[in-house]
């Protein structure tokens, strides 16, 4: 871990839309839709690779959580689910592996940014 602090690590308790022994599901604090939320292991891990079977199930019972909690609230079409691993694209936030769940709404294009290694002109 770099000097800066972890967002990931340093959440507010405030925050945490739900969680369980080994993850939490919070908001995303740049959102690319409505909704926009973020996966995260409680434990400070910088790759998917690095996690354990426990955590992996955890996380994967988080995102299953989250995504039913999005249905019901804000009704989209359907969602992007991704992550990055590794440092390739400069997020500041990519020393602390989570996992990306964006709703994605009709008629709503998605526009991914620098964190996706996108470069708008």
């Not at 955590?55 to 909690?69: C, D, G, M, T, Y």
């Not at 989570?98 to 470069?119: S, T």
Request: proline share 6%; glycine share 4%; charged share 30%.
């Amino acid at each position: 871990m770099t000097e800066n602090k972890c967002p990931y690590c340093d959440f507010d308790e405030y925050d945490i839309i739900d969680k369980n022994e080994f993850g939490a599901i919070l908001p995303e604090p740049n959102p690319l839709s409505k909704g926009h939320t973020v996966i995260i292991p409680l434990r400070h891990v910088d790759s998917f690779f690095e996690i354990s079977e426990k955590e992996r199930k955890s996380l994967s019972s988080l995102l299953e959580l989250a995504r039913n909690e999005l249905k019901i609230r804000h009704q989209p079409e359907g969602f992007h689910i991704a992550f990055n691993d590794g440092h390739v694209f400069g997020d500041e936030n990519a020393e602390h592996f989570h996992i990306h769940i964006i709703p994605r709404y009709k008629n709503e294009a998605l526009k991914l940014d620098k964190r996706w290694g996108v470069i708008s002109d």
